[in-house]
């Protein structure tokens, strides 16, 4: 079982940060695309090449991202018209998350089978999320998901802040 570390609020002006492992070095980059259309997510190995990307799309009436891992598009997530409360909901033919995914805790599943939990972690370096991965081949789809989440609470809190 292997750990990964994201520090929150990490979505900063520079919209750069690292992925740790539990040894708290750096595995992944992740660079946003600062005051460009359409945003993006670049998801970076340590030999910094593109492993997976998050796009928001361009004109929609509803807030909409897409994560590709490897160039394949594996998950949409949308927010769905609510008057109360925001709703999204996650589309994958394989991928489904359980658990409370806005507070960050919850469990991702691949064909029925867990293959990592995310949970917050108060940990040495800052409040992060704790990312396992119980399936390694699953792991940057995991990563993905999980900052694609991110980027939608970010998204949120931003339209709630201008009206």
């Known amino acids: 079982m292997k750990q990964l570390y994201i520090k929150q609020k990490v979505f900063s002006l520079s919209e750069k940060f690292t992925v740790k492992d539990q040894d708290e070095k750096d595995v992944y980059y992740v660079e946003g695309s600062f005051m460009k259309v359409p945003k993006t997510f670049t998801i970076m190995n340590q030999d910094r090449d593109e492993v997976a990307l998050i796009t928001k799309k361009v004109l929609s009436f509803l807030p909409t991202f897409f994560?590709?891992?490897n160039g394949e598009e594996v998950v949409t997530i949308?927010?769905?018209?609510?008057?109360l409360k925001a709703k999204y909901s996650i589309d994958s033919a394989d991928i489904e998350v359980e658990g409370n995914w806005m507070d960050m805790d919850f469990q991702v599943l691949h064909q029925g089978r867990?293959?990592?939990e995310v949970g917050k972690k108060w940990f040495s370096w800052g409040d992060s999320y704790r990312v396992q991965i119980l399936e390694e081949e699953m792991e940057t789809m995991i990563l993905a998901l999980v900052i694609a989440i991110d980027c939608v609470k970010a998204d949120q809190a931003n339209n709630t802040a201008t009206f």
């Open 67 to 69: 994560v590709e891992v």
């Open 78 to 83: 949308k927010k769905e018209l609510s008057f």
């Open 114 to 116: 867990v293959v990592g």
